[in-house]
């Protein structure tokens, strides 16, 4: 937008100077064919059509004479081209019409081809200031994109190791080191029987019960048969 917005400009203080020095059917004939020429590069996607509407309004600004006074709009058009060869044309049209018209005639062209050229090189530095603004502006955004994946990324982590070391500590045997005849005896505890009544059911004495009893507590550092109990209860 900005580069159309330049060349339009451009063509219209030619078109201007024109139709102040004074009109004809030839002024209106250059008016309309730079004006094509513009509309052509501005209207064309690929870089080869620009470049060749340019070359095109300059070789025709340096042949006809309708055309002379709009060098300027060539010169704005060939300063957007990459290539120097195309930037530095329109010096050369302004050189041939320089030998074909006087120095006179040409230096007017002089001043608003350099004009034209200021306006189009600020035109192309802001272009070119946007394009890196907006290309740091989408660097930044895909960082923040990958910072907020990877923090997402470490809290699942997080709490799948959470989840884990849970599993982890509900998975522990709280009697785990015992005897299998400690076991047995510990869980009969922790069913509400007493020593004789464990003896009985494991068919041992009410002394070795007791023994048992008292490795488990040792075992297990408990004070008391309720403690080992819950213990047991904790499975």
Do not use: Y
């Amino acid at each position: 937008m900005d580069r159309l917005i330049d060349s339009i400009a451009v063509w219209g203080v030619c078109a201007t100077l024109v139709v102040v020095q004074g009109t004809s059917e030839l002024s209106v004939v250059g008016m309309l064919g730079a004006l094509l020429a513009l509309c052509a590069s501005q209207a064309a996607r690929r870089n080869a059509l620009r470049t060749a509407a340019a070359c095109i309004l300059t070789i025709a600004c340096a042949l006809f004479t309708p055309m002379m006074p709009f060098l300027p709009v060539a010169a704005c058009l060939d300063t957007f081209e990459r290539a120097w060869p195309v930037r530095a044309a329109w010096v050369a049209a302004l050189a041939v019409i320089a030998w074909r018209c006087g120095l006179v005639f040409a230096w007017p062209l002089l001043v608003l081809g350099c004009i034209a050229v200021l306006l189009s090189v600020r035109t192309i530095r802001s272009t070119a200031a946007r394009s890196g603004m907006r290309i740091s502006r989408d660097a930044l955004r895909e960082d923040m994109i990958g910072l907020a994946e990877r923090t997402r990324a470490a809290e699942r982590s997080c709490s799948q190791e959470a989840v884990n070391a849970d599993a982890d500590a509900l998975s522990v045997d709280p009697l785990e080191g015992l005897t299998d005849r400690e076991r047995s005896v510990a869980h009969l505890v922790s069913e509400g029987l007493d020593n004789r009544e464990i003896a009985a059911r494991l068919f041992l004495s009410e002394g070795t019960v007791r023994n048992n009893i008292s490795a488990i507590l040792q075992k297990k550092q408990l004070k008391n048969r309720t403690q080992l109990a819950v213990l047991c209860l904790s499975q």
